[in-house]
């Protein structure tokens, strides 16, 4: 099925991924398994799981370095601890380090199904996030677009004509007018910075650090 959830598990014991993948297939997920940490970093880029369920002691690569890795490529996968060294340091060192949960050895099916299950719920809300923070900065960039092509450019051009006729090059003009004028002048002088300090924000909101002069 092309929406079936994918489960990764890692675990060099045997028996552990047997279990593991006999009671989530059956549950009706797309189970893969690896014995040790580069293996695990293979099939993550390979099948882009949804849920990892990962030992923290392995030989090789242990769940910690893996779990280090894998985060930098796949912020948005969702990684459950299990391992038969259940202490609180170790517990806590694995949430430090990006985990989601910490399941010790031994679980049941049923310890195994809630937690996956748990970490589903949470992986719909890192993609759910991570598609809101998206359109935010496609709707920032569309405000950078609008503002700066739609009305930046239009008055910019207002503004070099009041330049020429205030400045006196375009000729004289009685002084009623031309008081009005630079009424008009100055007033759009202060929009436009008004529009510039605007885009400038919105650019360092939108994440371009290096903010084009305006």
Do not use: W
Request: hydrophobic residues 45%; glycine residues 8%; proline residues 4%.
């Amino acid at each position: 099925m092309a929406d079936q959830l994918k489960v990764l598990v890692v675990d060099d014991e045997e028996p552990i991924r047997d279990s593991c993948r006999q009671v989530l297939t059956k549950a009706g997920y797309e189970c893969h398994t690896a014995v040790d940490g580069i293996e695990g970093l293979h099939f993550a880029h390979q099948v882009e799981p949804d849920v990892i369920l990962l030992d923290l002691m392995m030989p090789g690569m242990d769940g910690l370095s893996m779990l280090d890795q894998l985060l930098k490529t796949h912020p948005n996968v969702v990684c459950i601890v299990i391992t038969g060294y259940a202490t609180i340091e170790s517990a806590v060192d694995a949430m430090k380090h990006g985990a989601f949960d910490f399941l010790p050895k031994p679980f049941t099916p049923d310890g195994l199904r809630v937690i996956v299950t748990r970490g589903l719920d949470q992986r719909r809300l890192l993609l759910e996030t991570a598609a809101l923070r998206e359109e935010k900065r496609r709707m920032q960039q569309y405000f950078i677009s609008i503002v700066a092509h739609e009305l930046r450019s239009p008055l910019l051009l207002v503004k070099q004509y009041l330049d020429l006729i205030v400045g006196g090059k375009m000729g004289t003009v009685d002084e009623v007018a031309g008081e009005m004028l630079a009424g008009a002048h100055s007033t759009l002088t202060g929009l436009l910075s008004i529009i510039a300090d605007s885009l400038k924000l919105a650019r360092i909101d939108a994440g371009d650090i290096a903010v084009r002069s305006t």
